[in-house]
């Protein structure tokens, strides 16, 4: 294994420091055999920073949602992911509408906690971050369900599970309704960023964000459905009818929200690195990022509060949750290759992603992946044990 000083270097066409001569700048991220264009440097389309295995527009889930695993870590989440899938059409062919209201509410939320844990979030964010919240999550989606049931029960003479019902049919009421929730939504992390809690990394913000965002959509369906089951108004529908609202509830209701939470908490904590003559454009197009999330949440409400077949509305919110994916991936990008990146020693390192030693920099000389895109633990685990270098023949 080489010195990192033995190794040959070259001129970064974008930032113009001398990096490692290999396939993507250790300082930058940039592609060192490509023009530097500025949307080349922007958004480095060909190779995502968080899973340099596929490009920016390739909209994997796991690779989206969970931007901080290895890939080999993924593996068990799109089992997991597979086995939602699954057992929500075998629900909805069953006509269990219990049942599948549980897994629809609870399976995405407890597949992020999960993937809280295997990054590394529940151990190194602050508790009181995750407290305020999912506190503020919840009581917020409480409140305003319960209250806009309760408006709409009064002014239609109908008991409060009666004017929840009637939310599925009154479109402009139920939008606006939604409109409110998805503000109250973003909340959590507004709340987490003014209490300044020490938290300095945006992929860190991400989760605080999509975290009390999913506290508030689970609270939120909660209170909405439950009286409505309680008051026998949920009675077996068709199964196709039942597929649809399986999968809204319990794949696209989740990746948006996720989507609108985790971006609003990515822009809210992202730092622009200084020395990044982009910086400016990077906050501008983080930005874009946020409004466009929010867009496409009012989006699927919007197309599910209108009179559609079960299979065109369908159709149409997958399109837009995998609109979503891409604004995700875009926000992530950006965040990674223009944030303010961790000192970097040069000394080898594994990277986690291509497992190739490689100097420790900003990002990976060989793969492109950022030192960001895993946990502190895990960067701090490869630094204090260094590849070893092998003893020399003879």
């Not at 139920?174 to 809690?197: D, H, N, Y």
């Not at 909405?224 to 529908?237: K, S, V």
């Not at 730092?271 to 400016?280: I, L, Q, S, Y």
């Not at 949440?297 to 399109?319: F, S």
Request: hydrophobic share 50%.
């Amino acid at each position: 294994m080489a010195s990192p000083d033995d190794l040959p270097t070259r001129e970064c066409p974008a930032c113009r420091a001398t990096v490692p001569a290999a396939v993507f700048c250790g300082r930058c991220g940039s592609d060192l055999k490509a023009p530097a264009g500025f949307w080349r440097v922007l958004l480095r389309p060909k190779v995502f920073a968080a899973e340099p295995r596929h490009s920016l527009i390739t909209p994997t889930i796991t690779g989206s949602l969970f931007p901080r695993l290895a890939e080999p870590a993924r593996r068990p989440f799109r089992l997991a992911l597979a086995v939602l899938l699954i057992t929500i059409v075998i629900l909805s062919a069953l006509r269990a509408n219990m049942p599948m209201g549980a897994v629809a509410a609870l399976g995405g939320p407890l597949l992020f906690v999960l993937y809280m844990w295997q990054s590394d979030a529940l151990r190194e964010l602050p508790v009181r971050a995750l407290v305020i919240a999912a506190a503020i999550g919840v009581v917020t989606a409480v409140a305003w369900w319960f209250l806009a049931g309760r408006l709409l029960a009064s002014s239609y003479g109908v008991t409060a599970a009666g004017g929840q019902a009637l939310m599925n049919v009154l479109a402009g009421y139920s939008l606006a309704v939604t409109a409110g929730g998805a503000v109250l939504m973003v909340l959590p992390a507004v709340a987490v960023r003014l209490v300044r809690v020490p938290v300095d990394d945006s992929l860190d913000g991400f989760v605080i964000g999509a975290f009390g965002a999913l506290a508030h959509m689970v609270a939120a369906t909660v209170t909405w459905m439950m009286p409505q089951i309680a008051a026998g108004l949920l009675d077996p529908q068709s199964p196709l009818r039942l597929l649809r609202d399986a999968i809204t509830y319990g794949v696209i209701d989740p990746l948006i929200t996720v989507a609108l939470g985790g971006l609003v908490g990515l822009r809210l904590w992202f730092r622009p690195n200084p020395a990044d003559p982009r910086h400016r454009a990077a906050r501008a197009a983080l930005t874009l990022c946020t409004v466009s999330a929010a867009i496409l949440y009012l989006g699927v409400w919007t197309v599910d509060a209108m009179a559609q077949p079960e299979v065109r509305e369908l159709a149409v919110n997958l399109i837009l949750a995998v609109l979503a994916l891409l604004t995700i991936r875009c926000g992530v990008q950006i965040a990674l290759l223009h944030g303010e990146p961790d000192p970097a020693t040069g000394q080898p390192v594994l990277c986690m992603h291509c497992e190739k030693v490689v100097p420790d920099m900003a990002f990976c000389p060989s793969c492109g992946a950022a030192a960001r895109a895993s946990s502190r633990t895990s960067r701090r685990l490869r630094s204090e044990s260094p590849p070893e270098r092998e003893p020399s023949a003879g």
